[in-house]
């Protein structure tokens, strides 16, 4: 009974601290410092070895200016302790007090004792640091460094010189404290993006290149390419990269995962030829056959972006044929199937083939995954054919065979958009209501933005034309019928002029001009968005498509930092809002800190 007792004398008095501390929490946060000074002051009497109560009560001091009180308050800690920290309070007190001389005289004495006991080395260079005394705070790192190997405090004096703005010394003891423990090599990254830009002569990037080129020089460790190649890709120089990249993989030839990446990166970026060779690369080393089949995969999709002729188009048929020769028809080429039937169907305008094909490949033994993939190519292609019942039964078992899978989202996302190109509006609006709400942000955001479009125009009149036309005009862009989803796009400006549906029609029109080339229809269309439309929610989708014209299309960066910075300064709740102000600052050629 005594034991029980005890255990709810010691709770409660748990408790009453508790709550004394959160009173005093709250007065100190409401700016009631006197309040919060007697309140910190019972509690230290009660624990006088308690840390937190003393920072407290001491910051409470201090707010009220009652300096000789927290003089008195960190000489009392002094008395009890050898902890030199201390007397870096007792310095910023005076400090606080325009008493240099003291406050100087207090810091050496702290950096003096340090010297004399290096385990105090963190805990006082820290307390200089959280009171920006930087110098004081670097002088008891380095101190601590040149009196024992075992003590590694590079990353505290790179962050000091960061904040100094001696960005070649941070990088300098990042790069010392990456020497050291080589898994901080990410990290590393992470720090270096705040301070390197796409301007390959900026001067953050010459400096940082210039220190690992001599790493390299001096010890040609696997850390030090690494990073020298994630700096090339920051650059957007994926050549110099993938010499770094190959140095790598020859120095340790256990995986090309790296350089996948990096030649999946490249082709994003419109780097064909590095893209090209990249993947060459990898198909004339890798032993992983699934690796090979994915970069020759990836080889033929850059020729059929290149492709300008029906020969160019016949001869990547050939070479589609010459890899099932190779490599067979099973499993493990199911991608590459799939890749073919989609070049049958939307480039060489088979989609019977296309749809033969994909059938054959479903009599292998495949998992449901792999079923869904086949029939979601395969109900694709039926809807490229305009097929839409047919299309719907595969899109449909999908839904039924993998229940709240992404892909099964997907699928509804497809069956959906199916019903709106037949022309079946509420039927596609009740699905996308559903999908709003799904896991994957990019499913969400398209059935919103298709959602959007048929509840604004879908009561424009009780036929619903324009939108029946945008809808046929959509299917012709799936289609890859570019022209005549243009011709269809310009009946709508003509014939439904100041209708709801003009800003999507202009918008739909100027990315078919882009992916035709045709830059300047393209920014004709978003420009009468912005004047015609400026109120409307395309507007920052106008301005960020322009931005990307400009910016690598037509090479003026001047021009596309106006458009960016529209994003910036009035729009900061668009969803471009992000990428608009990197792209904003990389063309500036900033150095983020």
């Known amino acids: 009974m005594r034991g029980i007792l005890s255990w709810i004398l010691v709770f409660s008095f748990f408790w009453v601290s508790a709550q004394e501390e959160q009173l005093a929490d709250e007065y100190f946060k409401n700016g009631e410092f006197e309040k919060a000074q007697l309140a910190y002051l019972k509690l230290f009497e009660n624990e006088p070895a308690n840390n937190s109560y003393f920072s407290k009560l001491l ?21 009890r302790t050898k902890n030199p920290s201390y007397y870096v309070e007792l310095g910023y007190n005076y400090q606080l007090m325009d008493s240099t001389a003291k406050a100087e005289l207090n810091y050496k004495e702290a950096i003096e004792r340090t010297r004399e006991n290096p385990i105090f080395s963190y805990m006082v260079g820290n307390k200089f640091h959280d009171y920006s005394l930087l110098d004081e705070a670097l002088e008891v790192y380095q101190l601590a460094m040149e009196n024992s190997e075992k003590v590694n405090l590079n990353i505290q004096i790179a962050r000091i010189y960061g904040e100094k703005g001696e960005v070649d010394k941070m990088f300098d003891g990042y790069l010392n404290y990456t020497a050291d423990k080589p898994e901080f090599t990410s990290n590393a990254k992470r720090i270096f993006t705040d301070f390197v830009s796409e301007n390959s002569e900026n001067e953050n990037n010459l400096m940082l290149k210039r220190l690992l080129l001599k790493r390299i020089q001096e010890s040609p460790e696997i850390y030090w390419y690494d990073l020298l190649s994630w700096l090339f890709v920051q650059e957007r120089d994926f050549k110099k990269s993938f010499i770094q990249e190959k140095a790598l993989y020859r120095r340790s030839p256990e995986s090309l995962t790296r350089l996948m990446d990096l030649g999946i990166t490249a082709m994003e970026e419109d780097d064909i030829e590095t893209s090209k060779d990249i993947f060459t690369f990898i198909t004339e080393n890798t032993q992983d056959l699934q ?87 395969l109900a694709d292609i039926l809807v490229f054919q305009e097929k839409f019942n047919e299309a719907l039964i595969f899109y449909t078992q999908i839904q039924a065979n993998l229940k709240n899978s992404s892909v099964s989202q997907e ?22 209501k559903i999908l709003k709400a799904s896991t994957s942000q990019l499913i969400a955001n398209d059935a919103l933005d298709l959602k959007l479009l048929i509840s604004d125009n879908k009561y424009e009149d009780s036929l619903r034309t324009s939108l029946k036309l945008y ?47 045709l830059y300047d229809r393209a ?49 900061e709740d668009s969803i471009y809002f992000v990428e608009a102000r990197k792209k904003y600052r990389m063309l500036r050629g900033d150095a983020i800190n």
């Open 411 to 432: 699928a509804r996302f497809k069956v959906a958009k199916t019903s709106y190109y037949k022309g079946d509006f509420d039927w596609a609006e009740s699905q996308l």
């Open 471 to 517: 809808a046929k005009a959509d299917l012709f862009a799936f289609q890859n019928r570019k022209d005549e989803a243009i011709f269809l796009l310009d009946k709508i400006l003509e014939e439904h002029k100041g209708e709801s549906i003009t800003d999507q029609a202009l918008y739909k029109q100027g990315k078919l001009y882009e992916e035709k080339g």
């Open 59 to 79: 910051d409470s001091y201090r707010q009220l200016e009652k300096f000789e009180a927290a003089n008195a308050l960190v000489n009392s800690r002094l008395a």
């Open 523 to 571: 920014i004709a269309n978003y420009e009468q968005i912005i004047s015609d439309y400026g109120e409307d929610i395309l507007v920052d989708d106008a301005f960020f498509r322009l931005g990307e014209i400009y910016s690598s299309k037509l090479m003026d960066p001047e021009k596309a930092k106006g458009f960016f910075e529209k994003i910036i300064f009035h729009h």
């Open 291 to 377: 690796q090979k089949l994915v970069s020759h995969e990836y080889l033929l999709d850059l020729k059929i972006k290149e492709a300008n002729s029906d020969a160019d188009l016949v001869a990547i048929k050939q070479e589609y044929e010459r890899l099932f020769s190779e490599f067979g028809r099973f499993e493990q080429t199911l991608s590459l199937q799939v890749s073919y039937a989609y070049f049958l169907a939307f480039h060489l305008k088979d989609p019977k083939a296309g749809s033969d094909y994909l059938k054959k490949s479903l009599n292998l033994p495949l998992s449901q995954f792999q079923q869904a993939t086949v029939k979601m190519q």
